[in-house]
């Protein structure tokens, strides 16, 4: 990495959970084809697809973790918990279920964007602060190469951030992929790679 760089996140969504409702928050496990996703992205990540990282960060929530645990595992990391990169469910009493009830991502998206999915909703404010908060944290604690695992919501923020777009919310990362970010030293950061599920199909 040139001498102008600062590092490198890799900003990593969650394999495939389970959609579920709970008479708390809802806080759902890896499916089987999950639990595949997250073991082809570890193979890749351990053998240097995506560079060699320094670093382990999860949002707390159990999908990210059980995703984090599969890297971890690959490369003999132990993973640290950043609680500002939870996703902006965090809390509901469902995950998914409210998604699945959308047959036009483009209304999925404006939901969103007017801080609500389904019958919930979220500050989309106050989860933008707190999402880029985590993002400038993980910055600072240092390291060439950060593997980031986090969720859609939260890649959405820091992209949208980077690049200066009217709404929070305009994609939907792949389960398991990697969107590279550049960090320079100033602070400037650019955009390598975006959504890459190549070690899904290899």
């Known amino acids: 990495m040139s001498d102008t760089s600062a590092g490198r996140l890799l900003l990593i969504r969650h394999a495939q959970p389970f959609?579920?409702?709970?008479?708390?928050?809802?806080?759902?496990?890896?499916?089987?084809?999950?639990?595949?996703?997250?073991e082809r992205l570890a193979v890749a990540v351990a053998k240097g697809r995506y560079g060699d990282i320094d670093r382990i960060v999860s949002s707390p929530m159990r999908r990210a973790q059980e995703t984090a645990e599969r890297i971890a595992a690959a490369t003999g990391m132990t993973p640290a918990?950043?609680?500002r990169i939870a996703?902006?469910?965090?809390?509901w009493s469902s995950y998914g279920v409210d998604l699945d009830a959308y047959d036009d991502r483009q209304l999925l998206l404006a939901d969103m964007n007017a801080g609500r999915i389904g019958s919930n909703t979220?500050?989309?404010?106050?989860?933008?602060?707190?999402?880029l908060a985590g993002a400038a944290d993980i910055v600072a604690e240092g390291g060439d190469t950060v593997a980031v695992v986090c969720h859609g919501g939260v890649i959405n923020v820091v992209l949208s951030d980077l690049l200066g777009t009217e709404n929070d919310f305009f994609t939907e990362p792949y389960y398991t992929s990697v969107t590279r970010v550049r960090v320079g030293r100033s602070g400037h950061r650019q955009i390598e790679t975006l959504n890459e599920t190549h070690h899904l199909w290899e």
């Open 19 to 38: 959609h579920v409702r709970d008479d708390g928050p809802a806080d759902p496990g890896l499916t089987p084809s999950g639990v595949e996703q997250a």
């Open 87 to 91: 996703e902006l469910d965090r809390g």
């Open 122 to 131: 979220f500050d989309v404010n106050e989860f933008r602060e707190r999402v």
């Open 81 to 83: 918990v950043n609680d």
